[in-house]
């Protein structure tokens, strides 16, 4: 517990700075996230060291280089020449590399890489400056309520398997807990910010905070589910007290691309 604490004491503050600051600072530091996280991913596979993900690593850094300047066009070549070169390493290095190990390499760029990308697209957003957290309240924020309200009144269990301690009663808390936060933050935000004459910010926040905290459930599950086909307990040591970067962030990759297309669907068609 000692370790989480001072871990957070130091970290979190230079992780906040550095995405309320944005720009390249913000890009450097998601390639770096995704890469380690794919290395991780990888590793659980034992499959960390393969040429094939060197590829996974220099897309990921092309895709960042791009992603200001991104559009259908640009993104439909990276993927076509990223699956190609996957191809083509699986045919010259048969020998080796299995279509198995093919598909985890794309399956890990996709999942963690890709996904993750969507925490640097919301920043950027002109509204991105005050949705950003939404993404780390909706998934951290419920998973403490989540917490506090199983050991309370948890007694159904949600996934017995994947997760014994996981309630229904604890899911349904993590939600309404992340949506209040949500609607905290947007009152504060609409009394000290002139953003509540551009959108129906206490609406918006609600909404993404609801829908981020259901799909950060999943995103928790989905990565107890890989750990327990891989039979690995944490995904590294990077971070002392909380495992690798996969064990901090497996619900923040499922969060942060729903709240972007809530985001993007609700300020589309308001």
Not at 113 to 141: D, E, N
Request: cysteine-free; overall charge positive; proline content about 3%.
């Amino acid at each position: 517990m000692l370790k989480r604490i001072v871990t957070s004491i130091i970290g979190l503050p230079i992780v906040v700075l550095i995405i309320a600051y944005g720009g390249l600072p913000m890009k450097l530091l998601m390639v770096l996230i995704s890469a380690i996280g794919m290395f991780e991913f990888y590793r659980a596979f034992n499959r960390g060291t393969k040429i094939e993900n060197y590829i996974s690593y220099l897309f990921i850094a092309i895709y960042y280089a791009f992603i200001d300047r991104l559009n259908s066009d640009i993104l439909l070549m990276m993927l076509f020449s990223y699956m190609l070169l996957n191809l083509a390493f699986l045919v010259l290095n048969h020998s080796k590399m299995t279509p198995f190990d093919a598909a985890i390499n794309v399956f890990g760029f996709l999942y963690i890489g890709f996904l993750l990308s969507s925490i640097y697209l919301t920043r950027v957003h002109p509204y991105g400056r005050f949705l950003v957290w939404l993404i780390f309240t909706s998934a951290w924020g419920s998973d403490t309520f989540a917490y506090f309200t199983g050991i309370t009144i948890g007694k159904h269990q949600f996934t017995p398997i994947l997760s014994p301690k996981k309630t229904i009663e604890g899911v349904i808390g993590g939600i309404l807990g992340a949506m209040l936060i949500g609607f905290l933050y947007a009152f504060v935000l609409t009394k000290t910010t002139n953003i509540g004459n551009e959108i129906n910010a206490i609406t918006l926040f609600v909404i993404m905070s609801g829908f981020g905290a259901a799909f950060s459930v999943l995103g928790d599950l989905t990565a107890s589910a890989i750990k327990r086909y891989t039979k690995i307990k944490d995904y590294g040591k990077l971070i002392p007290g909380h495992g690798g970067i996969m064990d901090r962030f497996d619900s923040i990759i499922f969060t942060a691309p729903v709240v972007y297309m809530v985001l993007r669907l609700i300020l589309i068609y308001k």
